[in-house]
């Protein structure tokens, strides 16, 4: 009588996790590897896994297949539309067993777990490095790539794109070239404007897949995200604290730098923030 396999008898040597099967073992060492077994064959793009290639084609040929009987909306995948569902019945079936904070999507459990347990699976090839969320690496490895090769001859500032200097300029120029032509203020990039005009709209086109939540802004939308994943991938290089906003981090650096940029106009005391500022200002100013 041939002898059962104990559950999880794989082990990923890497990163220690254990699989019950040998195939799921091999499809995670895909993390740690980076291997992209499966390529499409129209824009050359590769995946870890042959359905995320069967997801992706969608992309292309705009298919659409699976439809919310709610709202109507439709999506490319069953996983997607479940996961849209749960914004309408407000289900959170992933709850996590250490801090009991529920999720609507079971990857962003797994990532929420790692700020109790401290892994950091995703590994930089080239410094060692290692991060908690894989997006947080890609970014890092900018550092790497030199990817801020756009520099400010007035301040230093370095940016990735040309196009995103060329508007940072215009802030020591003065120029503001972009109107709104609801209250006429000026902008110094039409991207600016744009986000500026979503005031008077009132629209919030970026929706938070996880709790239903919309915003103006893409980029208030990704921060937000940070609330339901745990992730802060913004990491002070002295102490090692992390932090889900990048101006957060700039805070928390001039604890270690002593660097005070906001002073006081009435005394010349100075202040690491403009709140602290701010505060000062109303002991001077007499009622």
Known sequence: MSQEKPQSAYHCNVCNKSFAQKCNLNIHERIH???????????????????????HKRIHTGERPFRCDICG???????????????????????????????????????????????????????????????????????????????????????????????????HAGEKPFDCDICGRSFSGSSHLNRHTLIHTGAKPFHCDICGKSFSQRSILTIHKRVHTGEKPFLCDTCGKSFSEKSHLTRHKMIHTGEKPYPCDVCGKSFSRNSDLTRHISIHIKV
């Not at 407000?90 to 401290?118: A, Q």
């Open 73 to 171: 909306k439709s999506f490319p995948d069953a996983n997607t539309r479940t996961t849209h569902i749960r914004i309408h019945t407000g289900e959170r079936p992933f709850c996590c067993d250490i801090c009991g904070k529920s999720f609507s999507v079971n990857s962003t459990l797994t990532t929420h777990k790692r700020t109790h347990t401290g892994e950091r699976p995703f590994h930089c090839e080239i410094c060692g490095k290692s991060f908690s969320v894989n997006s947080s690496l890609i970014t890092h490895k900018r550092i790497h790539m030199g990817a801020n090769q756009y520099h400010c001859d007035i301040c230093g500032r370095s940016f990735s794109l040309n196009s995103q200097m060329t508007v940072h300029k215009r802030i």
């Open 33 to 55: 590897t980076g291997e992209k077994p499966f390529q499409c064959d129209i824009c050359d793009k590769s995946f870890s896994l042959n359905s995320n290639l069967t997801k």
